[in-house]
Nanobody, 117 residues
Framework: QVQLVESGGGLVQAGGSLSLACVAS????????MGWYRQAPGKQRELVAT???????YYGDAVKGRFTMSRDNAKKMVYLQMNSLRPEDTAVYFC???????????WGQGTQVTVSS
């Protein structure tokens, strides 16, 4: 079982920046594909970004060029730097850990990000 705890959400004005962090309890953290997802009220959960065990990143079209995901395997943490925030970025952001060998997913409890116009 892997526990994920997100932090760093909050309220920011449009055009501002926020940084999210997620710490994992996984013993073999480096093998996990880590991801950030978000869910706005009344909408489906959507992919924000993922980072592989070899630091390859993928970004959803909505955030490409504005958000940056990174990981620190020694600290068992992933980060999401969010710049040029827009009101449509308002959502609960969830950290995800995917074990590629057993095809198992773990989720954090989420952190609220609110962008005011």
């Amino acid at each position: 079982q892997v526990q994920l705890v997100e932090s760093g959400g909050g309220l920011v004005q449009a055009g501002g920046s926020l940084s999210l962090a997620c710490v994992a309890s996984a013993s073999a953290f480096s093998i996990y594909v880590m991801g950030w997802y978000r869910q706005a009220p009344g909408k489906q959960r959507e992919l924000v970004a993922t980072i592989s065990s070899s630091d390859d990143t993928y970004y959803g079209d909505a955030v490409k060029g504005r958000f940056t995901m990174s990981r620190d395997n020694a600290k068992k943490m992933v980060y999401l730097q969010m710049n040029s925030l827009r009101p449509e970025d308002t959502a609960v952001y969830f950290c995800n850990a995917h074990n590629p060998y057993f095809s198992v997913n773990y989720w954090g409890q989420g952190t609220q990000v609110t962008v005011s116009s």
